[in-house]
């Protein structure tokens, strides 16, 4: 049985603390391994790609492109092993 989890937005540097979404590479129900990119955000600085921090299966979503969102907001869920 796999545990769900909230995975939230990492840090993107100093005095960097909004990001806005612009790209999910990776969709609900697919699997991820540590590492993989998920998803691309840009900040007033770049663009960053936001990448795993655990293997398992994306099941949920929890910011729409479009959406600017502070470090430390839930990102996603993720089902892992």
Request: proline share 1%; charged share 25%.
């Given at each position: 049985?796999?545990?769900?989890?909230?995975i939230?937005?990492p840090?993107?540097g100093?005095?960097?603390?909004?990001a806005?979404l612009?790209e999910?590479?990776?969709?609900v129900g697919?699997?991820?391994e540590?590492?993989?990119?998920?998803a691309v955000?840009?900040?007033d600085?770049?663009?960053?790609e936001i990448v795993a921090?655990?293997?398992?299966?994306?099941t949920?979503h929890?910011a729409?492109?479009?959406?600017?969102f502070?470090?430390?907001?839930?990102?996603?869920q993720?089902?892992v092993?």
């Amino acid at each position: 049985m796999s545990e769900s989890v909230d995975i939230h937005v990492p840090g993107f540097g100093q005095g960097l603390g909004d990001a806005l979404l612009v790209e999910w590479v990776v969709g609900v129900g697919e699997r991820v391994e540590r590492g993989d990119v998920v998803a691309v955000v840009e900040t007033d600085k770049a663009s960053t790609e936001i990448v795993a921090e655990r293997s398992g299966r994306i099941t949920a979503h929890l910011a729409q492109i479009g959406t600017i969102f502070k470090t430390g907001e839930a990102f996603y869920q993720l089902a892992v092993d």
